[in-house]
T-cell receptor, first 113, second 114 residues
């Protein structure tokens, strides 16, 4: 059974810092991996999607890497801003069929102005 | 990205009543929708997989007679919480995707049973 772990559970940084969020998964046979952002009491916003054949994806100040063989992904946020404060969730998909995403518990990020 | 609309965003109901939550894919056809439940500071836990025109597949421990799922069209799935109890209070989120796209999520529904 796939298990997804995110470290740290919570993180507080001053504005402007670069930071890294970690995600690990126990079964490396994945189809893709997605990073999401969730604001309190809200739904999920997809940030980056990495296919299993890819090593990384970038969108603005966000960069996500994937090391499938070791079961790890990182989300790098450059020059953090208070508006980045949210919970970041990592999720993996097993195959291209009707398979759901398996989520980690998330990292709760606070960026202090 | 694609848009998934979930309604209502918040609902308060009395114990014993039923509540229906709608999930719509607005600009694409969703052959598959997923229903998740999220407790405070916890991750999303899959409740069931809903396929258009067929019965939903429920995860172990999820009562299918309590959480009724209907996926009657390619753009709409509904989750009905029947005979709701306070322990059913939670945040419910739906997700939709076409077979080859990434997953998109609704805004979530905060259910409070009093």
């Amino acid at each position: 059974k796939q298990e997804v772990t995110q470290i740290p559970a919570a993180l507080s940084v001053p504005e402007g810092e670069n930071l890294v969020l970690n995600c690990s998964f126990t079964d490396s046979a994945i189809y893709n991996l997605q990073w999401f952002r969730q604001d309190p009491g809200k739904g999920l916003t997809s940030l980056l999607l990495i296919q299993s054949s890819q090593r990384e994806q970038t969108s603005g100040r966000l960069n996500a890497s994937l090391d499938k063989s070791s079961g790890r992904s990182t989300l790098y946020i450059a020059a953090s801003q208070p508006g980045d404060s949210a919970t970041y969730l990592c999720a993996v998909r097993r195959n291209s069929g009707n398979t759901p995403l398996v989520f980690g518990k998330g990292t709760r990020l606070s960026v202090i102005a | 990205g694609a848009v998934v609309s979930q309604h209502p965003s918040r609902v308060i109901c009395k114990s014993g009543t039923s509540v229906k939550i709608e999930c719509r894919s607005l600009d694409f056809q969703a052959t598959t929708m997923f229903w998740y439940r999220q407790f405070p500071k916890q991750s999303l836990m899959l409740m069931a997989t809903s396929n258009e025109g067929s019965k939903a597949t429920y995860e172990q421990g999820v009562e299918k007679d309590k959480f009724l799922i209907n996926h009657a069209s390619l753009t709409l799935s509904t989750l009905t919480v029947t005979s709701a109890h306070p322990e059913d209070s939670s945040f419910y989120i739906c997700s939709a995707r076409d077979q080859n796209t990434e997953a998109f999520f609704g805004q979530g529904t905060r259910l409070t049973v009093v």
